[in-house]
């Protein structure tokens, strides 16, 4: 059974930086797509960020690029997200999303990830 845990959200000034982490169980985060959601307060889910299978690249939504990175962390089995110079347009529950052999044209859709975690808030000053 695969299972992600979200963690590293809290709140932060405009300016400043985060770095969020998501521990899997029950699957290798490099044989798999791993990715971030996130959910603003009365908006839908959307895809900030993802990370492919055996080095097979990261991808960004237009407005995080350059300021988020994702990273695996294989020793530790775990995907992380990077938040430098943060907005509160960045405001959300931030999700970590898993899903195998996604093609790359459905990598920012929601319905291509099977397993998801609870969620980490993050929430931005100004």
């Known amino acids: 059974q695969v299972r992600l845990v979200e963690s590293g959200g809290g709140l932060v000034q405009a300016g400043g930086s985060l770095r969020l982490s998501c521990a899997a169980s029950g699957r290798t985060v490099s044989s798999t797509t791993m990715a971030w959601f996130r959910q603003a307060p009365g908006k839908e889910r959307e895809f900030v960020a993802a990370i492919r299978r055996f080095g097979g690249g990261t991808y960004y939504t237009d407005s995080v690029k350059g300021r988020f990175t994702i990273s695996r962390e294989n020793a530790e089995n775990t995907v992380t997200l990077q938040m430098n110079n943060l907005t509160p347009e960045d405001t959300a529950v931030y999700y970590c999303?898993?899903?195998?052999?996604?093609?790359?044209?459905?990598?920012?859709?929601?319905?291509?990830?099977?397993?998801w975690g609870q969620g980490t808030r993050v929430t931005v000053s100004s």
């Open positions: 999303a898993e899903g195998q052999s996604i093609i790359l044209s459905s990598i920012t859709n929601e319905r291509s990830y099977v397993h």
